[in-house]
């Protein structure tokens, strides 16, 4: 904190000379902002997100970025193909019901994610972040061949379980990877964007199964199977001038004396050099260590946590019979509506991505949670009131227009959900951490969401089957308490460089902390020439 306040305080004299010269010829502004030595810099320097090398940097995020499309592919997919009767019938599974069997071909990817989460901070560790990606993109490949070609289940189940290996280890590395490489003026849009890629996977993991829903044989089912270095770690390495040229190329249109590398390059030798990468793979000690690693790891375990567990899953836990209920009871129109809810939950990832910047990280989880808390009490409304029990014991939709409303509430809930929690999901976890336990903190992010992915997976079905549409209370309240938790410990990361936050961190108050802004006047060509007023520090 004492060295953010004595670049605060010094900007003004750095520069006075230059600016008495300059005032008449460009405006000055009164602006509130968080970090006065980011707003500084990029006042100076202006980046812009429309040139050559903005356009070399979105190409290395986008490789990087397809790791996100890996498990949205995968539970789409799956989703799809386990309505096929010609992928049920040829490994033996009941055409109308839900068995153990079934149950655990779903499981066996989390389980690999599980297995694959221990070696994932190591691997992104070794020899940094791209040869964590690449070895976890050549598990999939390798799991991916063994699932399409297997003849007998234990074979499919033994690709799955590969395939969620790598599932864990490529994202492990992946998102580390795009928010340390992001340009720290839009770091929030580009790495946010980076978990709306699981749509990407998604939809057609929605669609190809679609399409190929019309072929008899195993090849409906098997088509779409078939189809399945960052600046921070060369510093850690000693490797300083390698990452003075990255930061250069990308962030400083060619120019080491940018304004904003110059920030990066002095942050991180302040922070990272000071510490180094963690050498000791087994030892994730370092994320309990302290008050401010075990704050930042109670952020990374909620966020996780939070991600699975607002009900994104269980809101449509009734959508067959509520599809059936209106009308709607052929496979291939179903199958077509899931697709068309992917793309709208695509756009609204889109949205919150692009505007997380601007609205910061809190209100939009704040406002969003609020609004599902609305949308499933709706729902259970709903429920209560359209569902009954037909004589032969199946569950039904009693009127079709309420059945209409509850399909209009899960779009609606699709849309709200992916608007906040799908960008902010990964971005959030990446931000709070620091860069010597980034990896093992992705790695124990990936992790708990598995354990909570494999609660939704295995405890949804059979807490409805005993409780029905009262089940929707427990996510009622949890849901409330979401956003009461994020209200009280989730502090806000918009608009600071990475090393930053560990100011906020070392605070008294880290939430009151991140919420402070500075009144500085900001000339368009000197930069910051004056804090006008800084609230007290917590």
Same mark, same amino acid.
């Given at each position: 904190?004492?060295?953010?306040?004595?670049?605060?305080?010094?900007?003004?004299?750095?520069?006075?000379?230059?600016?008495?010269?300059?005032?008449?010829? #460009?405006?000055?502004? =009164?602006?509130?902002?968080?970090?006065?030595?980011?707003?500084?810099?990029?006042?100076?320097?202006?980046?812009?997100?429309?040139?050559?090398?903005?356009?070399?940097?979105?190409?290395?995020?986008?490789?990087?970025?397809?790791?996100?499309?890996?498990?949205?592919?995968?539970?789409?997919?799956? #989703?799809?193909?386990?309505?096929?009767?010609?992928?049920?019938?040829?490994?033996?599974?009941?055409?109308?019901?839900?068995?153990?069997?079934?149950?655990?071909?779903?499981?066996?990817?989390?389980?690999?994610?599980?297995?694959?989460?221990?070696? /994932?901070?190591?691997?992104?560790?070794?020899?940094?972040?791209?040869?964590?990606?690449?070895?976890?993109?050549?598990?999939?490949? *390798?799991? /991916?061949?063994?699932?399409? #070609?297997?003849?007998?289940? $234990?074979?499919?189940?033994?690709?799955?379980?590969?395939?969620?290996?790598?599932?864990?280890?490529?994202?492990?590395?992946?998102?580390?990877? =795009?928010?340390?490489?992001?340009?720290?003026?839009?770091?929030?849009?580009?790495? $946010?964007?980076?978990?709306?890629?699981?749509?990407?996977?998604?939809?057609?993991?929605? +669609?190809?199964?679609?399409?190929?829903? +019309?072929?008899?044989?195993?090849?409906?089912?098997?088509?779409?199977?078939?189809?399945?270095?960052?600046?921070?770690?060369?510093?850690?390495?000693?490797?300083?001038?390698?990452?003075?040229?990255?930061?250069?190329?990308?962030?400083?249109?060619?120019?080491?004396?940018?304004?904003?590398?110059?920030?990066?390059?002095?942050?991180?030798?302040?922070?990272?050099?000071?510490?180094?990468?963690?050498?000791?793979?087994?030892?994730?000690?370092?994320?309990?260590?302290?008050?401010?690693?075990?704050?930042?790891?109670?952020?990374?375990?909620?966020?996780? !946590?939070?991600?699975?567990?607002?009900?994104?899953?269980?809101?449509?836990?009734?959508?067959?019979?509520?599809?059936?209920?209106?009308?709607?009871?052929?496979?291939?129109?179903?199958?077509?509506?899931?697709?068309?809810?992917?793309?709208?939950?695509?756009?609204?990832?889109?949205?919150?991505?692009?505007?997380?910047?601007?609205?910061?990280?809190?209100?939009?989880?704040?406002?969003?949670?609020?609004? *599902? =808390?609305?949308? +499933?009490?709706?729902?259970?409304?709903?429920?209560?009131?359209?569902?009954?029990?037909?004589?032969?014991?199946?569950?039904?939709?009693?009127?079709?227009?309420?059945?209409?409303?509850?399909?209009?509430?899960? +779009?609606?809930?699709?849309? !709200?959900?992916?608007?906040?929690?799908?960008?902010?999901?990964?971005?959030?976890?990446?931000?709070?951490?620091?860069?010597?336990?980034?990896?093992?903190?992705?790695?124990?992010?990936?992790?708990?969401?598995?354990?909570?992915?494999?609660?939704?997976?295995?405890?949804?079905?059979?807490?409805?089957?005993?409780?029905?549409?009262?089940?929707?209370?427990?996510? *009622?309240?949890?849901?409330?308490?979401?956003?009461?938790?994020?209200?009280?410990?989730?502090?806000?990361?918009?608009?600071?460089?990475?090393?930053?936050?560990?100011?906020?961190?070392?605070?008294?108050?880290?939430?009151?902390?991140?919420?402070?802004?500075?009144?500085?006047?900001?000339?368009?060509?000197?930069?910051?020439?004056?804090?006008?007023?800084?609230?007290?520090?917590?």
């Amino acid at each position: 904190m004492a060295e953010e306040t004595d670049r605060q305080n010094s900007i003004g004299e750095n520069h006075n000379v230059e600016v008495k010269q300059g005032l008449e010829k #460009s405006p000055l502004e =009164v602006k509130n902002i968080q970090s006065v030595a980011l707003a500084d810099a990029t006042a100076k320097q202006k980046p812009s997100l429309f040139t050559r090398r903005m356009f070399k940097l979105y190409f290395c995020l986008l490789i990087a970025t397809l790791n996100a499309a890996v498990n949205g592919y995968d539970g789409s997919l799956m #989703s799809s193909i386990n309505s096929y009767k010609q992928y049920r019938s040829y490994f033996g599974f009941s055409l109308t019901e839900g068995t153990p069997s079934t149950g655990i071909v779903y499981a066996i990817f989390t389980i690999g994610n599980l297995v694959g989460a221990f070696i /994932a901070g190591p691997a992104s560790d070794f020899k940094g972040r791209r040869v964590g990606m690449f070895i976890g993109a050549a598990t999939i490949i *390798i799991g /991916a061949c063994v699932q399409a #070609s297997s003849h007998n289940l $234990g074979g499919f189940m033994a690709g799955r379980f590969i395939v969620g290996v790598g599932a864990a280890l490529g994202p492990s590395a992946a998102l580390p990877y =795009v928010s340390e490489m992001a340009h720290p003026s839009f770091r929030g849009a580009m790495t $946010g964007v980076y978990t709306t890629f699981y749509f990407v996977g998604s939809i057609p993991g929605t +669609f190809v199964p679609y399409g190929t829903s +019309f072929i008899n044989g195993t090849r409906s089912w098997r088509i779409p199977l078939w189809l399945q270095m960052s600046p921070r770690w060369l510093m850690a390495n000693d490797r300083h001038e390698e990452a003075l040229k990255v930061m250069a190329k990308y962030h400083g249109e060619g120019s080491a004396d940018s304004p904003i590398v110059q920030l990066e390059y002095r942050e991180m030798q302040e922070e990272i050099s000071m510490t180094g990468s963690d050498k000791r793979w087994y030892d994730y000690s370092e994320l309990f260590k302290s008050r401010q690693a075990r704050y930042r790891t109670m952020l990374v375990l909620a966020i996780s !946590v939070f991600g699975q567990w607002s009900g994104n899953g269980p809101v449509s836990y009734y959508y067959t019979q509520m599809l059936s209920g209106a009308g709607i009871t052929d496979n291939h129109i179903q199958l077509l509506l899931q697709g068309i809810q992917s793309v709208i939950s695509f756009i609204g990832a889109l949205i919150g991505a692009a505007y997380t910047d601007k609205w910061g990280r809190r209100p939009q989880l704040l406002i969003a949670t609020s609004i *599902i =808390v609305v949308l +499933f009490a709706v729902v259970t409304a709903l429920n209560a009131t359209n569902l009954t029990t037909a004589s032969d014991g199946t569950i039904a939709a009693k009127s079709s227009t309420q059945a209409n409303a509850e399909i209009a509430m899960i +779009f609606i809930f699709s849309f !709200v959900f992916a608007a906040a929690w799908t960008p902010l999901q990964g971005l959030y976890a990446v931000e709070v951490l620091p860069y010597e336990s980034r990896s093992k903190g992705m790695a124990f992010y990936t992790f708990w969401g598995n354990i909570a992915s494999f609660y939704n997976t295995f405890v949804t079905g059979i807490a409805f089957s005993g409780a029905g549409w009262k089940y929707y209370f427990l996510f *009622i309240f949890w849901d409330i308490f979401e956003v009461i938790f994020i209200y009280f410990f989730f502090v806000e990361t918009r608009n600071r460089t990475l090393e930053e936050m560990s100011e906020i961190f070392t605070a008294k108050n880290p939430v009151k902390y991140s919420l402070q802004k500075s009144e500085v006047l900001i000339h368009h060509e000197h930069g910051v020439v004056e804090v006008i007023e800084k609230e007290s520090q917590a």
